[in-house]
């Protein structure tokens, strides 16, 4: 299965979904002692890991929408972030930035933690690199670039 399918099937039941992957996405790159800050997502029978981050509002710059994000998503407050790369995703574009400084400690916050349940979970993960390319984590590439990214620093 392609990986448009695979999102799609797993979107499948979420409202407004389309809307969403229409979207340009900001996410954010925490890297600390060797690992990355990712959300482990477990909907009825799928596990997904993908990078904390959302779509970019209305009349919302990229960088706006992480800071929004990474404060509704992880309960933190961006002090310091640098443009990593952007990537076409499904149709859409997304912006990684790396966090290199936030205020605060990150735990699940906003809808998602509204959303949460026996079978919707949200789980924040501090995942080795070495680990990234064993787990099952959107988009692939930009799993491959911050696997390089961390091997270069």
Not at 21 to 38: E, H, P, T
Not at 43 to 66: H, K, Q, S
Not at 76 to 101: A, D, M, P, T
Not at 126 to 144: G, M, R, T, Y
Request: glycine content about 6%; hydrophobic content about 35%; charged content about 30%.
């Amino acid at each position: 299965m392609d990986q448009l399918a695979n999102i799609r099937n797993i979107m499948s039941n979420n409202t407004g979904w389309t809307e969403t992957l229409n979207k340009d996405r900001a996410a954010g790159v925490i890297i600390q002692n060797g690992k990355v800050l990712l959300i482990h997502r477990i909907r009825e029978d799928r596990e997904y890991w993908v990078f904390p981050g959302g779509g970019v509002e209305e009349n919302e710059t990229i960088e706006e929408a992480l800071d929004r994000e990474m404060a509704e998503e992880l309960s933190i407050v961006v002090q310091e972030k640098n443009f990593l790369f952007k990537i076409e995703n499904v149709g859409r574009n997304e912006h990684h930035f790396l966090i290199s400084r936030y205020e605060g400690e990150p735990k699940i916050g906003g809808p998602e933690a509204e959303r949460m349940n026996d079978k919707n979970q949200y789980i924040l993960t501090w995942v080795s690199v070495e680990q990234l390319n064993s787990i099952n984590l959107f988009p692939d590439k930009a799993k491959e670039i911050v696997s390089e990214f961390v091997d270069k620093t």
